[in-house]
């Protein structure tokens, strides 16, 4: 590298760094640089003299300085940089007029002539070879978009630079040929690939965009059904908490039975004043349990049907208390015939929803009650047991402590077994 080449590299990498609006991020120092890299690897594998070698340095480092003035006709503007940088380093006018001839052939237009204009021409475009093709060009797409020159979709860019590799652009030179072209179309394929995948992604949402909208259009009852699915499954939800709720207090108020029969039965013959506290905790606990088995004990229905109830759309075929009791064939061919009708399935349907309505109303009334009264009795029972005492000064206190140890333990038990519940 000859001092008057390094001298221009040292000034090249000043002049972009103050004067190269932010803008420019494609045709900058690094783009430069890996132009001037590209030339210099043609050099070394070409039959260059000295002079042409220079020369060809020079330009490759002065080709795009025109963008820190313009961007339109850049290149007559960085042969104008150039050849005032030259003259003011003294260098031979023939060498000036060579560095601005290779410097106008990189414009895309012109068609280039000596051998110097086409390996500059390589140069310039050498990462069309390169594994960083990629990089560079998403890098020109932005430098586009931020000045305002153009904005291409992701699409529209790829279709730019499909265009690009296989039309418009071409090496010259037998090393660019031997070396860069292989890669060049590499990168082409890979393109074309790309492009290939992404209509096949564009077809593919094109029918499932269609065929949700044509779904949408003949389906138009789908809300309908997603209605009463959710119905169906949160009154289901519903039962099943009221039968657990019930089951809960049944169990809690059985121990509570059995407890009381274990100890404070076999303490009233010391004890005659807890009589009336224990009759009247054990008449609200058997009072909860009953209504308890009220709560949740089934309905029994007759379990047949007629064809007239269903010709006459009577009978709710969704609900087995309905046909429990006909045969197989009678009841398939009752099901064909709802099928038949979507108006009598989803007359069935809310039937069932409504029925089932009435049962959980049912359900949550007497259960509501349940827990009432058993809230009534066990703080009755508590007013009554202290009043007793109360009542009494002569009560064996050890009997009473040592029968409330006892229950309190077993009460302990029953929360246990209701939380396995």
């Known amino acids: 590298m000859t001092k008057l080449v390094e001298k221009t590299e040292s000034f ?13 991020v494609y045709h900058n120092h690094t783009h430069t640089k890996r132009v001037f890299k590209s030339t210099k690897e043609i050099i070394e594998n070409s039959e260059i003299n000295v002079n042409d070698a220079e020369i060809l340095m ?3 480092l002065l080709h795009d300085t025109g963008y820190t003035k313009t961007r339109d006709d850049h290149e007559d503007e960085s042969a104008k940089i150039a050849e005032d940088f030259l003259k003011k380093e003294g260098a031979d006018q023939k060498v000036i007029d060579s560095v601005k001839d290779c410097i106008m052939a990189t414009k ?3 068609e280039p002539k000596t051998e110097l204009d086409k390996i500059l021409r390589d140069a310039d475009a050498s990462h069309f070879g390169k594994k960083y093709f990629n990089e560079a060009s998403e890098f020109l797409r932005k430098e586009l978009e ?3 020159i153009a904005t291409f979709t992701p699409s529209e860019w790829l279709d730019e630079n499909i265009k690009m590799l296989s039309k418009k652009h071409r090496f010259y030179t037998d090393y660019a040929l031997k070396n860069w072209q292989p890669r060049k179309e590499k990168n082409l394929a890979k393109l074309i690939k790309t492009k290939k995948k992404h209509k096949r992604k564009i077809k593919k949402e094109k029918i499932k965009a269609k065929y949700k909208a044509q779904y949408k259009n003949e389906s138009p009852e789908r809300g309908i059904q997603t209605f009463y699915r959710v119905a169906l499954r949160n009154h289901i939800k519903l ?4 039968d657990t709720k019930a089951n809960i207090l ?13 100890n404070l039965i076999s303490k009233l013959d010391t004890n005659p004043y807890l009589t009336w506290p224990t009759v009247i905790f054990t008449v609200f606990s058997v009072i909860s349990m009953v209504m308890s088995i009220i709560a949740t004990r089934p309905n029994v229905t007759s379990g047949e049907f007629t064809k007239e109830d269903v010709a006459n759309k009577e009978v709710n075929l969704t609900f087995f208390g309905n046909f429990h009791k006909m045969d197989l064939k009678e009841y398939e061919w009752a099901i064909e015939e709802l099928l038949k009708d979507k108006n009598y399935v989803y007359k069935s349907l809310t039937k069932d929803l409504y029925f089932l309505g009435k049962v959980l109303e049912r359900k949550y009334r007497l259960l509501r009650i349940t ?6 009795g066990i703080i009755t029972s508590l007013i009554a047991f202290g009043i007793a005492v109360k009542n009494n000064p002569g009560t064996n206190i050890e009997d009473v ?12 038990k029953v929360k246990k077994s209701t939380f396995y519940l």
């Open 401 to 412: 402590l040592d029968t409330t140890f006892v229950i309190k333990s077993d009460m302990l």
């Open 146 to 148: 931020i000045n305002g």
């Open 58 to 60: 020079l330009a490759a």
């Open 12 to 24: 090249v990498f000043e002049l972009f760094k103050n004067e190269l609006p932010d803008t420019i």
């Open 108 to 110: 895309v237009a012109n």
């Open 239 to 242: 039962s099943d908490i009221a």
């Open 250 to 262: 049944l169990s809690v108020n059985a121990i509570i039975i059995s407890v009381v029969l274990a």
């Open 371 to 376: 827990y009432t009264v058993f809230m009534i």
